[in-house]
């Protein structure tokens, strides 16, 4: 039986109320061992496979893996609490600007961009340097120029999926992270591929837009439905670049934001 939750105690309780016997009477194999994650937003529960051990033996050693796994399991909670407070004057070294740049930035937040040529290699290796301290099995593919003012960052291996998170929680906090990072100390912007999300949502959206396209060629004006976080982005860069002389703005309603289009004049 598979049972996963927060921590192993609270695993091997479970698996011993599904099985109706002793945690004592429980064969434990730990598949995987819990961690409080990165960036305070990434962490893995514990997973176990758990039967009943009908003899001594079993029994005996199904005790031992489990005084093991506590044991480990508080060891790496030590471990990991020293882990993120280092962690966490990364990230905040990397959030906050100097008290020299605040004063100076007081009336803009993004600094003048750099040449990206003459910053990529600094910024590939701090880059990689951050997730080389991540727990999850995730490698850093390539760190580039995307075009004069965007860094593209991909990003894959097994745990790409769990970067990703549910309906692509996870993937908006680290490209949230990586802009503030990049935009603060180069004055840049960031595209981040995680596996091939991005390019997914791209196709999504594309097809999607179709149906926009004819209404705009028909009406020569049109609204995109409530679109969420990276959506609103790739639609607009789209839609700007198939009508580039159309008013193409975000607008917002209690469902949502939502792209309109139409001919009014742009404002300088």
Do not use: W
Request: with cysteine; net charge positive.
């Amino acid at each position: 039986m598979r049972i996963e939750a927060k921590n192993l105690q609270e695993a091997i309780t479970k698996a011993a109320e599904k099985l109706g016997c002793s945690v004592v009477d429980l064969k434990i194999d730990v598949v995987q061992h819990p961690s409080n994650g990165i960036f305070g937003f990434l962490k893995k529960n514990a997973i176990i496979n758990a039967s009943f051990g009908k003899d001594e033996q079993k029994i005996s050693k199904t005790k031992d893996v489990k005084e093991k796994n506590i044991k480990k399991d508080s060891s790496k909670k030590v471990e990991k609490k020293q882990q993120d407070l280092t962690k966490q004057e990364e990230l905040d070294t990397i959030k906050k600007p100097s008290r020299l740049n605040r004063t100076n930035n007081k009336k803009s937040k993004r600094k003048e961009p750099v040449n990206i040529e003459l910053v990529l290699s600094s910024i590939d290796k701090e880059i990689k340097d951050l997730f080389s301290k991540s727990i999850f099995e995730i490698e850093v593919v390539e760190i580039s120029k995307f075009d004069d003012r965007t860094i593209y960052v991909k990003l894959d291996g097994e745990d790409a999926a769990l970067l990703i998170g549910k309906e692509g929680a996870r993937y908006k906090a680290i490209s949230t992270l990586l802009y503030n990072y990049l935009s603060l100390k180069y004055g840049l912007y960031v595209r981040l591929e995680i596996s091939q999300f991005y390019e997914n949502q791209e196709k999504m959206i594309a097809n999607y837009l179709k149906d926009i396209f004819e209404k705009i060629d028909n009406n020569g004006k049109a609204q995109t439905r409530p679109l969420d976080g990276i959506l609103i982005k790739i639609a607009l860069e789209q839609l700007r670049e198939a009508y580039p002389e159309k008013y193409i703005g975000v607008r917002s309603s209690k469902n949502g934001k939502f792209i309109v289009i139409n001919d009014k004049i742009k404002k300088q």
